[in-house]
């Protein structure tokens, strides 16, 4: 809320430049042969994109507060959905139908 | 969440602007479990149908996007510059890092339409234009069906985000925003970067697969 | 759980007006009007509506099912009649019912503030749930849907003949409405709490709105997701759910069970809030073990999402898993089961006062007990492949759902009736239909357990006829409940000219909602209050009550007598 000193550009800056060189990254691995690394690597690579984005430009960095708690819970409900429906799938015969 | 003043139930400005902030925040973890679940109906049939999947995700374009992926990071960095600019009471730098992002935002939705009209041309259009190439059988078209609906609703976020934020260029340019008013910004930034990390999951989703030989 | 954060001005001049009904008298003042008292009362004309629009589905569809070859509804139309009802009766009266009213109206009230959050999304949020009332309308008007409120794949997308795409997208906005709503009374809970509303002061009520909201928040995407999907199956015919293109129809039934079970817990969370609320008022003592009620509600939130695959058994999942979902149905039984032992030792040595509102609670503590019940029965693994889609299933529900949540509105509705309209409903008619309710529903419902015992298939428009007689004694109950829900709608209405006037705590309660007039002012409190006390401050030795703002109050006197003649 206060007035100036304005914040220092530069974090957001070199956030922006990681999260190129992330995409770039991303894009080199998807055309290696890492067979079941790549949805791994991808997916990995896409979180910590989150991860710096929510971080950084959405200003969770800092004192933990209210908002980690809501910024967290999406996905921690996500965990819910995958994992028993996984116990599901993983121990499932008849699908997918030959 | 654009009225200036200050309304009955809260006893100060900041107050306010902080319970804008954990509204949106409330959002984001409803919009969270929204593509969640659509990213969780993809995990099922990728893993179920890995080669299948491999044989559709080839037929994506990779460079459109990643040149979308480059292009909403960008916009990120220029939705927060300009809610940094608005704390320093930098009237202009404000306005034109607002129409930066709109103009990212256009940039995003002009090649997503471009890559959809060569989507189109590829015959990857699932029932109305889907053409089996040989080896390709029905799960493909599910990967194809997962894609339009994947990047529209992304689209029809990202078009909400450019209306509203292209509302905040104007109000600024009438000099509506001021260090001590600042509240629509972080919250429309807040849901502009979401939508932002939205792509980066469906990016991973749709076009890396099946490149690798 | 951080100390309260709201510091609200002690002052506020603008709110000299004597009654926000009073105020203004244009339809234009109330369709745009900000204020959540009056928006609760939009909602609530909304769903009285949509309660008998489904309750007249449920009359038809108990009178055709007198006869065992019944001749009243061709079978495709009792198809689109039990559907009707269930979409109905699910997105348009239970999920709304106690959040948007009682909970619009009391959550700030009950937490010291002039008003929710966010006043403009709380409007927008019932004219969301109107447009959706209308699609729904529509899709009824021009024909209906036989899909069963579930939707079930790959039915829904390729055989049924109903317009389900309209249902959906009424479905789908409506959850809009639902996640708004939410959101609001979350956002609101955390941050506008009087000065001293400290989490552990938070009435129950409050405590189950915010359970309840965060069940909303967090399952209601994942059914627009779904619906979404099969309406786009349904339009273009991808094969994203149906097994004859390489998808899977239990995927549909996770992502639907996913909210659809938790749902189950947006209905019942909020009328356990409100009975906690009438049992300590009328037993004039505190609640027996107020912070396990607090965990407890949490608890149901948070477990209830581990559960969907109970409605899964014979679908198809594996056995495995079968086995996990049915242990955690057992372990969501046990919070459920703490609430129901701390009503009761509530009750214990109490000098309980039977007024209407609290004979409804007693009724949702009885019947809410059965439901669980008959749950657990459910819940284990063999018993349920003889029970699954029978007529125990549909008995189950209707205890949980109509014995539960239903009484425990009406229970809600005649205890802040008179802080919501200023008057008093006359307290004998409230009487004789809380009783003839208690009696209609259980004629009603308890003989249909024993119909699915006996293997009635739910959604059968005909039966064997040596069901008759259990069939006969549910329809006739039917039409007990019809005039016991006909009853209020009745003296509700004339109480609202002719009832006697309220003062602003004819119950003797403790909550700050009776700490300002009745009806209240436009923003709720003169002066801000501030909180000193935790609730249910009741003395059982004498019936003296300490609100939470700290003042101390003989016990009413004419409590337990009706017309609350207590001068407070």
């Known amino acids: 809320m206060s007035a100036n000193p304005p914040e220092p550009i530069a974090p957001y800056v070199i956030g922006w430049a990681v999260l190129l060189l992330l995409l770039g990254l991303s894009v080199l691995a998807a055309y290696e042969p890492i067979g079941i690394f790549q949805p791994i690597v991808h997916f990995g690579i896409a979180f910590t994109q989150a991860a710096i984005v929510f971080l950084l430009f959405m200003k969770l960095r800092g004192r933990p507060s209210l908002k980690w708690v809501f910024a967290g819970a999406g996905f921690f409900w996500l965990l819910f959905l995958f994992g028993l429906s996984m116990v599901d799938y993983g121990t499932r015969s008849g699908f997918p139908l030959k | ?213 | 759980m951080s100390a309260t954060t709201a510091g609200l001005p002690a002052r506020h001049p603008e709110s000299q007006s004597e009654s926000y009904l009073g105020d203004e008298h244009s339809l234009g003042s109330w369709l745009f009007t900000r204020d959540h008292k009056r928006i609760a009362i939009l909602f609530f004309a909304s769903i009285t509506f949509f309660f008998f629009i489904g309750g007249a589905a449920a009359a038809l569809i108990r009178l055709h099912l007198v006869n065992p070859y019944g001749t009243l509804l061709q079978p495709e139309v009792y198809n689109r009649m039990f559907t009707m009802h269930g979409i109905v009766m699910v997105w348009f009266f239970l999920i709304p019912s106690i959040p948007a009213t009682l909970g619009n109206f009391l959550i700030p009230l009950m937490i010291g503030a002039r008003d929710l959050a966010f006043p403009r999304l709380n409007l927008f949020s019932w004219y969301l749930f109107t447009l959706s009332g209308f699609i729904a309308l529509y899709f009824i008007f021009i024909g209906g849907d036989d899909t069963g409120w579930t939707f079930y794949e790959p039915y829904s997308s390729n055989f049924a003949n109903g317009h389900v795409i309209a249902a959906a997208v009424a479905v789908f906005i409506n959850g809009f409405s639902t996640i708004a709503t939410a959101l609001n009374f979350v956002v609101t809970t955390h941050k506008l709490r009087a000065p001293g509303m400290t989490w552990f002061r938070l009435p129950l009520f409050v405590w189950a709105i915010y359970a309840t909201s965060i069940v909303m928040l967090l399952a209601t995407p994942v059914l627009a997701m779904t619906l979404a999907l099969v309406g786009i199956e349904r339009l273009w015919g991808v094969g994203i759910f149906n097994p004859a293109l390489g998808g899977d129809p239990i995927l549909f039934q996770h992502m639907f069970w996913f909210y659809s079970h938790p749902a189950v817990y947006i209905m019942v969370l909020p009328a356990m809030g409100v009975v906690s609320e009438l049992v300590a008022c009328f037993a004039r003592r505190p609640v027996f073990g107020y912070r396990g009620m607090c965990y407890a509600l949490i608890s149901i939130a948070v477990i209830g999402f581990f559960v969907w695959g109970h409605h899964m058994f014979t679908a198809g999942i594996s056995l495995t898993s079968a086995v996990v979902f049915s242990l955690m149905s057992f372990i969501v039984a046990v919070p459920s089961a703490i609430k129901v032992f701390n009503w009761t030792a509530t009750l214990h040595n109490a000098r309980i006062s039977f007024d209407a509102p609290m004979l409804y609670a007693l009724g949702f503590v009885g019947l809410f007990t059965i439901g669980g019940l008959t749950g657990l029965v459910l819940a284990t693994l063999s018993a349920d492949i003889h029970l699954q889609d029978t007529y125990f299933v549909v008995a189950h529900f209707h205890f949980i759902m109509v014995g539960g949540t239903v009484s425990a509105y009406f229970g809600g509705l005649h205890y802040w009736w008179s802080k919501i309209t200023g008057r008093h409903y006359p307290e004998m008619w409230g009487r004789y239909a809380a009783i003839l309710m208690f009696v209609g529903f259980n004629l009603t419902f308890f003989p249909q357990f024993i119909l699915g015992y006996l293997g009635m298939p739910r959604r059968y428009y005909t039966y064997a006829p040596d069901l008759q007689t259990w069939n006969v004694l549910s329809s006739a109950g039917a039409s007990i409940l019809a005039a016991a829900y006909l009853l209020p709608l009745g003296y509700l209405t004339w109480s609202l000219f002719f009832g006697k006037r309220a003062r602003a705590n004819p119950w003797g309660a403790t909550g700050l909602e009776w700490r300002t007039s009745s009806p209240p002012p436009a923003h709720n409190f003169p002066h801000t209050p501030t909180v000193t006390e935790r609730p249910y401050r009741y003395d059982p030795r004498d019936g003296s009550f300490t609100t939470q703002d700290g003042a101390h109050f003989a016990e009413p006197a004419g409590l337990g007598l009706g017309l609350g003649a207590a001068d407070v």
Not at chain 2, 12 to 34: C, H, K, N, P, Y
Not at chain 2, 89 to 113: C, E, I, N, P, Y
Not at chain 2, 126 to 135: A, E, L, R, S
Not at chain 2, 145 to 172: D, K, S
């Open chain 2, 1 to 213: 969440m654009f009225s200036g003043r200050l309304e009955a139930q809260y006893s100060d400005s900041r107050q306010q602007s902080e319970t804008a902030q954990l509204g949106m925040w409330v959002f984001i973890a409803t919009e969270v479990l929204f593509f969640g679940a659509l990213v969780f109906s993809y995990f099922i049939y990728r893993f179920t149908y890995p080669e299948q999947f491999a044989l559709a995700g080839h037929d994506s374009f990779i460079l459109l996007g990643s040149v979308n992926q480059a292009i909403l990071i960008t916009s990120s960095l220029t939705m927060v510059l300009a809610t940094r600019a608005a704390k320093a009471d930098q009237q202009r730098a404000l306005v034109l890092l607002l129409s930066a992002t709109v103009a990212l935002g256009l940039a995003f939705l002009g090649v997503k339409g471009y890559e959809y009209a060569k989507d189109v041309a590829a015959h990857s259009v699932p029932v109305i234009d889907y053409v089996f190439k040989p080896g390709y059988r029905r799960p493909t078209e599910i990967f194809w069906c997962f894609y339009f609906v994947a990047t529209g609703l992304h689209a029809l976020h990202l078009t909400i985000g450019i209306v509203l934020v292209a509302l905040l260029a104007v109000r600024a340019a009438q000099g509506a925003f001021s260090p001590s008013y600042d509240a629509p910004l972080e919250v429309v930034g807040l849901y502009w970067s979401f939508v932002d990390t939205v792509w980066f999951f469906l990016f991973a989703c749709i076009y890396p697969l099946g490149r690798a030989g």
